[in-house]
């Protein structure tokens, strides 16, 4: 029998819905106690705009960000929880990208999804920024927009919540919590539909139309399932859940993927990223879907259950850190792989990479219009797809 005392994760393990709408935002300085309000009653909101079409299965998770934690209240703070390491390639870098709270809003229809974030909006406007927004939606057959499907090796069931939710042993103080990662990616069709399928395909290690997965003898090494697989020291495959979506602008000829990947432990989603933009081994190949893919954004979040939200901790007294090394800044590993050098980085945790001024926000619904043609250097990059035959799992 299950343990009734247990905390109640938030909804994370659930089926792909058609739609979904992603939000980011910032707390504007002394903005805390008005956030603090708004999560004591998310989960009543959630349930009141629930509760209009039930059947459309309205769901959403709330995370909060490293440098959020030690803002908004006392005790301890997740163990794990830090700031997004920008990760800087020979090709490609991925940026690390402001980021206090995120909703993860999820639902069989979007006039839902867009209600709870009108709802949502409404009480946080005074206390925040927007620094993104994304409308995703489900394409066909769950397929992003280059036409493979997504999430195919998610884990199920049993396996799924061991590897995403936390447990005694992973963190006593926020078990039923989970680590969340966010990125946005945009992609380069003119190029990516000048590839063969054949070779599209190679990009991914696995064919198009029936979503097969290669073998490891033909699976290219610089493939991007070859370089998203993990492994621990006794051999056993670390996972995460991932729950991608489609997003674009037919007008604006802006296609794109949002990637969110839940996980219990940061490493094994940092890992399978310093995989894809450093190479495995580091300073070989990236992944090759990159050369059509470019990303945006990338934040972390810590997902508390449900209990935590509920009940919220006290805030924290003035002047005090809040947390118990919560916060990325006082993290070792927090800027591991950061390169200074890109200007849409961070070079500095305690600095947050800021958005354009004269944006307000990486815009809401709206990709840089300039964005995708910065891919076209590394699309006609010459391609070296890494050691002769396929990479062994790592």
């Known amino acids: 029998m299950d343990d009734l005392s247990a905390p109640i994760p938030q909804r994370i393990l659930r089926p792909l819905t058609e739609s979904a709408i992603f939000l980011v935002l910032t707390i504007d300085e002394g903005g805390e106690d008005g956030v603090r309000e708004v999560l004591d009653g998310f989960t009543g909101t959630l349930r009141t705009v629930r509760s209009r079409i039930i059947e459309a299965d309205l769901g959403c998770v709330a995370g909060i960000g490293a440098r959020a934690w030690s803002r908004l209240f006392s005790g301890p703070a997740p163990k794990g929880l830090r700031t997004f390491p920008a990760l800087s390639g020979k090709v490609h870098d991925a940026p690390s990208t402001p980021g206090d709270?995120?909703?993860?809003?999820?639902?069989?229809?979007?006039?839902?999804?867009?209600?709870?974030?009108?709802?949502?909006?409404?009480?946080?406007?005074?206390?925040?920024?927007?620094?993104?927004?994304?409308?995703?939606?489900?394409?066909?057959?769950?397929?992003?927009?280059?036409?493979?499907?997504?999430?195919?090796?998610?884990?199920?069931?049993?396996?799924?919540?061991?590897?995403?939710?936390?447990?005694?042993?992973?963190?006593?103080?926020?078990?039923?919590?989970?680590?969340?990662?966010?990125?946005?990616?945009?992609?380069?069709?003119?190029?990516?539909?000048?590839?063969?399928?054949?070779?599209?395909?190679?990009?991914?290690?696995?064919?198009?139309?029936?979503?097969?997965?290669?073998?490891?003898?033909?699976?290219?090494?610089?493939?991007?399932?070859?370089?998203?697989?993990?492994?621990?020291?006794?051999?056993?495959?670390?996972?995460?859940?991932?729950?991608?979506?489609?997003?674009?602008?037919?007008?604006?000829?802006?296609?794109?993927?949002?990637?969110?990947?839940?996980?219990?432990?940061?490493?094994?989603?940092?890992?399978?990223?310093?995989?894809?933009?450093?190479?495995?081994?580091?300073?070989?190949?990236?992944?090759?879907?990159?050369?059509?893919?470019?990303?945006?954004?990338?934040?972390?979040?810590?997902?508390p259950a449900l209990d935590f939200l509920?009940?919220?901790?006290?805030?924290?007294?003035?002047?005090?850190?809040?947390?118990e090394g919560a916060d990325g800044d006082d993290e070792p590993r927090a800027d591991a792989g950061a390169d200074p050098s890109g200007p849409s980085r961070s070079s500095d945790p305690a600095t947050p990479a800021s958005p354009d001024p004269a944006e307000g926000s990486l815009g809401i619904g709206a990709l840089e219009p300039t964005a995708p043609h910065d891919l076209a250097p590394h699309a006609t990059a010459p391609h070296d797809p890494g050691p002769a035959g396929t990479k062994e799992t790592p």
């Open 101 to 303: 709270l995120l909703f993860h809003i999820r639902a069989h229809r979007m006039d839902m999804c867009f209600e709870l974030a009108g709802q949502l909006m409404r009480q946080l406007r005074p206390f925040t920024t927007v620094q993104d927004e994304v409308h995703g939606f489900r394409y066909f057959d769950s397929r992003d927009v280059i036409g493979f499907v997504d999430g195919t090796e998610n884990p199920e069931g049993r396996e799924a919540q061991q590897f995403v939710l936390l447990d005694e042993d992973a963190d006593p103080d926020f078990v039923g919590g989970s680590y969340v990662t966010v990125q946005k990616y945009v992609h380069d069709m003119d190029g990516w539909e000048q590839l063969a399928v054949e070779h599209q395909a190679d990009a991914i290690g696995r064919h198009k139309w029936d979503n097969v997965e290669m073998d490891d003898e033909t699976k290219p090494a610089d493939s991007h399932t070859a370089l998203t697989v993990i492994e621990d020291a006794d051999g056993t495959q670390l996972k995460i859940v991932r729950d991608n979506m489609p997003f674009g602008s037919a007008a604006a000829d802006e296609f794109g993927t949002y990637f969110i990947g839940y996980s219990r432990d940061l490493d094994v989603t940092e890992q399978m990223l310093r995989n894809m933009f450093l190479g495995d081994p580091e300073g070989t190949n990236h992944d090759r879907l990159l050369d059509f893919s470019t990303a945006l954004t990338g934040t972390h979040f810590f997902v």
């Open 310 to 323: 509920d009940d919220i901790p006290p805030a924290p007294e003035d002047g005090a850190d809040g947390g």
